[in-house]
């Protein structure tokens, strides 16, 4: 299976815990997205990546929130000092670059994040 | 401004009955436009799309038409099964150099035996 895959699948943490999740996109998609989806609501964009760059971060990604993506392939999100207000379920997609798809996404499984 | 606009649901059908589940956009231009489904505790899977004015998207027996004169993309399916109860959820790229997902709220399908 090439498809984008995410790590953990679920993450529990205690408030004031910092935790990591990892992405793994399509393998010739030089785009990759973060975004955070709440329960009844539609996901919202976080943040992307062309190749290593991150080239834009929404306005809910606080100070505590950074993302990488050293070369250009895999991608990590981490978030500091968790609050409950963080629960949420975290979704990665990736895309090529170049629009001939009509900019579709493709989607990871998510990682829910459950802050306690 | 850039939205997407779901009718929202629950949507609770006999198996075998007609689906419609109504969105609409406001745009820029003619962007784009998906139907993206999600099944419980997955992510969203690309379920069809349209790239331009009056093109149809299908898939798995679904059907969505780009309308322009309407800025409406609604999901249609003639006979619901079971397996379809999932969230449905409408979405267009922003038409900058992000091509970020705006999504609706998402309308979630109930199918009943």
């Known amino acids: 299976d090439t498809g984008v895959s995410q790590d953990p699948r679920h993450k529990i943490t205690k408030r004031g815990q910092n935790v990591t999740f990892r992405c793994d996109p399509i393998?010739?998609?030089?785009?990759l997205y973060w975004y955070r989806q709440t329960l009844g609501q539609g996901p919202e964009f976080l943040t992307y990546?062309?190749?290593?760059?991150?080239?834009?971060k929404s306005r809910l990604l606080s100070d505590r929130f950074s993302a990488e993506r050293p070369k250009g392939s895999f991608s990590t999100l981490e978030i500091q000092r968790t609050e409950q207000g963080d629960s949420a379920m975290y979704l990665c997609?990736?895309?090529?670059?170049?629009?001939?798809?009509?900019?579709?996404?493709?989607f990871g499984p998510g990682t829910r994040l459950t802050v306690t | 401004g850039n939205s997407v606009t779901q009718m929202e649901g629950p949507v609770t059908l006999s198996e075998e009955a007609f689906l419609t589940i109504n969105c609409t956009y406001t745009?820029?231009?003619?962007?784009?436009l998906f139907w993206y489904v999600q099944y419980p505790g997955e992510g969203l899977q690309l379920l069809l799309k349209?790239?331009?004015?009056?093109d149809k998207g299908s898939n798995k027996g679904f059907e969505a038409t780009y309308r322009k004169e309407t800025t409406s993309f609604h999901l249609e399916k003639g006979s619901v099964q079971v397996s379809d109860s999932a969230v449905y959820f409408c979405?267009?790229?922003?038409?900058?150099?992000?091509?970020?997902?705006?999504f609706g709220s998402g309308t979630r399908l109930l199918v009943r035996p």
């Open positions: 997609a990736s895309s090529p670059s170049g629009g001939a798809g009509g900019y579709e996404q493709y």
């Open positions: 745009a820029t231009g003619y962007p784009s």
């Open positions: 393998s010739e998609h030089n785009r």
């Open positions: 349209a790239t331009k004015a009056d």
């Open positions: 990546f062309q190749n290593e760059a991150q080239l834009e």
């Open positions: 979405a267009r790229p922003q038409m900058d150099s992000s091509y970020k997902l705006i």
